[in-house]
DNA sequence: GATACTGATGAAAACGATTACATGGGTTAC
DNA sequence: GTAACCCATGTAATCGTTTTCATCAGTATC
């Protein structure tokens, strides 16, 4: 590790200057800094983090928390675009989950490692640690769940599950289900939007046709569908916690012989690249990961910029509709 | 933010005293060890890793090193291991890509952010960037590209694509393709292993069976699938690149109307979920992703405790195949 | 009772950078 | 010719830890 100190030496300078050089700072003479310049390059002195972060109590990073499961394709896709923005505003960015804690903390993990900034991605919303983060002086970002007094990125659930009934709707369907996750705020949201769009074109909406299930699961997806489609009058069209479980949906619907896009409809969420892969292919709704991480990213970069102003934006994506063959017109 | 200089002061005693009462170092007064400690609880006291960081020239930090497209499955199952392994080893996963680069590189990356290790996971691994890290001080290992005097983790590939001609040649089939993807450690010796394969059943491969194509691109596996059913005399097995690969030259074989596992064979490559998600259900090289990413931390972790002495493991993972309606026995 | 030893504690250096302040030579102004 | 000023440069403090070394009281040994 070649420090600033060996450059200043090579230089014949003292360390202020060489540091001066380096920075570009107008005090100090064009050509010394120019050689000072050089013989750091040549020496390939690159500048220790960890002085810095010390130094200017920055450390250039930004965590990114989650439970877990960060495999799955929202997730994948998200954190690669949340990738591409915290490195265009100049952080590494550290994923953080939760394995690590043996007494530990994210807040006290975020502050022992000089986070900048966090971006809450996934996690239990409702445990006090989430809370104290997001409420602390650590610059946050929650996304997709609404904080009261925080700054969060929405998807615009309601809307968006609203749009997708209209669309059925107009289609010609009458009889909708919903199976949808676990609660909170994504699946609240939606339920809403749901139960909204319905009421909106008059239908009503039966008991037996919304069921929890399990985001991303199989076994829970499969077995609803089937509850579905048992029923005397079973919906014209399910839709679905997340593509994934749409996708085992549709296969119980091939199961029993069904012809989806004709005799039952499925619709999926989030827009995974899956969709468009399978057949039929999927109706869904795409999110707009670009712009969920950059204004996460914008909002958080000006939280660290500008500390002490503790903002508590509310950003909502919209997203859009996603067609698929696995929406059709009801048959008459 | 709450230093240890604070807790001292709060408890009454040096600084020296306090670290050692929080490092649990065996020459302090027990019972005052104990006051310090819980004083520094309950201020909320966490150490400064940038401190810590300097001191002991060790960031506690790993780096993962990939050029782009984090979000493909292989990847994202393969981060999401690493990632369990990491924390398991008490160290946090930063993830780094080309994309910062201006001027800058990997390596100054790694020295300067004081990364303890790094991963290379994906990337051009022909560039002198790449070379260059990987031989240098810094703990490295590679994964799925055979450096010289490198720790690397491989994957079985010659092995597997012999076993998956294996498994078709026992299943009648004997005009085999394989659409590759570019050229590289892994598809050198995917290749190797199909050839190897063919030869010691006596199959000739011809020269139209053998296709450069491109790693999970929907365009050039539609094409070289139509390209390969196009020929007077098709093949009856075709292997992709990957699994998105296969899916898409599944649909261009259902577009022509053929039975797939029937009237023509599709195998993929990796095991991602989608894999047992598509209609047929594709027949895949499942990776050992939990394997690789322990190995590799494992490897990684070894040199970082022990440095100056530079390892050069050579890891092999074999992974397994992962059976699915898509690889048939051939129709007589 | 003087000497050596032990064990707890504190003072201070070190890690590698930035930056406030001091210094000193050269220029300008009267 | 002297006062005032400017600009380049160096000295040293600082960030929050760990750790070496010194100190000092108490105890054991002869």
Known sequence: MVTLR?????????????????????????????????????MGYVPNAAALSLRRARSGNIGILYDDEIFHDYYALLLNELRVETEKAGYDMSIVSRIMEEGGSFYSHALSRNLDGVVIMQADFRSAEIVRLANSEVPAVIVDCDFKDCNVVLNANTESM????????????????FIHGQHGNATDTRLSGFYKGCAEHGL??????VIQGVFHDKESATEATGRLLDLPEPPTCIFYPD?????????????????IGRDISAVGYDGIRMAEMVEPTLATWKQDYRAIARRTVEILCYNIENPGTKTAYQVCIRGCFQPGESLGPVSP
């Not at 360390?15 to 050089?38: E, H, W």
């Open 243 to 259: 593509d994934t479980c749409a996708i085992w949906g549709m296969k119980a619907m091939k199961a029993r012989g069904l012809k």
């Open 6 to 42: 060996a450059v200043a030496q090579a230089s014949g300078v003292s360390v202020a200057t060489a540091s001066r050089a380096l920075n570009g700072l107008s005090n100090v003479d064009p050509a010394k800094a120019q050689m000072i310049r050089d013989t750091a390059a040549s």
């Open 162 to 177: 609203e749009e997708l009934v209209d669309r059925a709707y107009r289609l010609g369907h009458r009889r909708l289900a």
């Open 204 to 209: 009503t909406v039966g008991r037996d046709y």
